[in-house]
């Protein structure tokens, strides 16, 4: 099934759904990109920040009568959900011992996402349950991103959800520094790596983030060639030697200059 037809069939089953559902308009889309591979197959998808139930019913609906649909919400009354045949998990999100206990009661999961309270420090925990939960490849996604710029949601200082899921990124280069360890700036915290050694791509959308994760993507990387050195000269320091360049943030106005070698 096409993108395209993933998206419809979305939409008309949020539409559809017996009980309310608040969305961005362009989560459509992206929900279309992330989980459009899990529909019509047996998957087991998470969600938290359940109360209203609309969203439930939209994932059932549209991912298909093989999904395997579980709930959680801090508020007890999301409980009657399970009338519908939900699976439903009562906690508190900012709790890591409650994400301890909620994996090992579901075992395997192959999406997560977070639509819970918002805040930075509960994202950030439910993020870091969820990759050390995954045991194979799957997709952990947060929304509702924007609040870490919002000022009632800013008592995180600058220790905000978009500020740690920026920063995992160096992770990424952090797991590939073996290949030429002499020509990378140190990797003082190798845990960090490690922790994010199963995560092998951090996709950023307006208003979400998504962490794709596939244990086997673990793997020490390897420099490989189809054919031997041909001998080409490296013509990379050549020519100019910086940029000005307009740094990409909507806070400020900043031109930059960015030397290369030499410069």
């Not at 009562?90 to 819970?116: C, P, S, T, Y």
């Not at 791509?201 to 050195?229: E, W």
Request: hydrophobic fraction near 40%; proline fraction near 4%; charge should be negative.
């Amino acid at each position: 099934m096409n993108h395209q037809q993933n998206l419809d069939d979305l939409i008309d089953c949020w539409k559809s759904s017996p009980h309310p559902s608040v969305k961005l308009s362009n989560y459509f889309h992206i929900y279309a990109d992330l989980f459009g591979h899990l529909r019509g197959k047996p998957c087991t998808f998470v969600e938290t920040g359940i109360l209203d139930g609309g969203s439930l019913f939209m994932w059932r609906n549209w991912l298909g009568p093989q999904a395997r649909i579980i709930g959680i919400d801090l508020n007890p009354e999301a409980g009657k959900w399970r009338e519908a045949g939900f699976e439903i998990h009562i906690g508190d999100q900012g709790n890591a011992r409650f994400w301890e206990d909620f994996f090992q009661q579901i075992g395997e999961f192959d999406a997560f996402l977070d639509d819970g309270g918002h805040q930075s420090f509960q994202q950030i925990v439910t993020a870091q349950a969820a990759i050390i939960a995954a045991t194979k490849k799957c997709v952990i996604a947060v929304e509702d991103t924007g609040t870490s710029y919002m000022s009632d949601f800013a008592s995180h200082a600058g220790n905000s959800f978009l500020q740690y899921a920026k920063d995992s990124t160096d992770n990424l280069i952090g797991k590939i520094t073996h290949i030429s360890p002499d020509r990378f700036i140190p990797m003082r915290n190798t845990q960090s790596i490690d922790f994010f050694r199963s995560v092998y791509s951090v996709q950023f959308y307006s208003g979400l983030v998504a962490f794709l994760v596939d244990p086997t993507s673990a793997a020490s990387t390897q420099v490989v060639r189809n054919h031997p050195a041909n001998g080409a000269s490296d013509f990379r320091y050549e020519g100019a030697n910086s940029a000005l360049v307009e740094w990409p943030t909507p806070f400020y106005e900043k031109i930059l200059k960015v030397n290369g070698q030499g410069g």
